[in-house]
């Protein structure tokens, strides 16, 4: 179960850079960061595999973690759904003031495209579940496993 941990933990920043390419699925900035946590319980589960003493430890450090990347998600559901706005800033659709210019438009963007956050990235057609929905679930659910083989076989 610890293995399992460690590579559900690696296999969810792995996918989600993997989807970009292989869908087409631009990140927004909430997106970057829900990889974050999962390379922390990574990080976590697989010295976990090899200290049982610390084991235990080592385990509520990597659910927390994946709990974290759950909480950035529904976060993100809540931009999605427009129930709040995100804080980030690299989240906003470009805005023109006014009176600027086309070439002060222009000057202000970002030199790299950024997806805003409000628009949800859905993985298949047809499920009403955006990426961030799904990261939540599955966050959740490694949190879980995570705190389960905290418990003495």
């Not at 427009?82 to 690299?90: H, M, N, R, V």
């Not at 009403?128 to 990261?135: D, Q, R, T, Y």
Request: glycine letters at 8%.
């Amino acid at each position: 179960m610890l293995i399992a941990v460690f590579l559900l933990a690696l296999a969810a920043p792995v996918f989600a850079g993997l989807s970009e390419g292989w869908f087409g699925l631009a990140p927004c900035e909430l997106c970057l960061w829900q990889r974050a946590p999962y390379w922390l319980a990574a990080g976590l589960a697989l010295p976990a595999a090899l200290l049982p003493r610390a084991r235990p430890w080592l385990l509520l450090g990597a659910a927390l973690a994946a709990a974290a990347s759950a909480l950035i998600g529904a976060f993100h559901m809540g931009v999605e759904f427009k129930w709040w706005p995100s804080p980030l800033a690299g989240c906003a659709t470009p805005q023109a003031a006014i009176g600027q210019t086309i070439e002060e438009l222009m000057r202000s963007l970002a030199p790299t495209p950024t997806k805003p956050c409000d628009e949800p990235a859905f993985l298949i057609p047809g499920l009403p579940l955006s990426m961030a929905a799904m990261n939540t679930i599955y966050g959740l659910a490694l949190a879980a496993l995570a705190l389960r083989g905290r418990r003495p076989a």
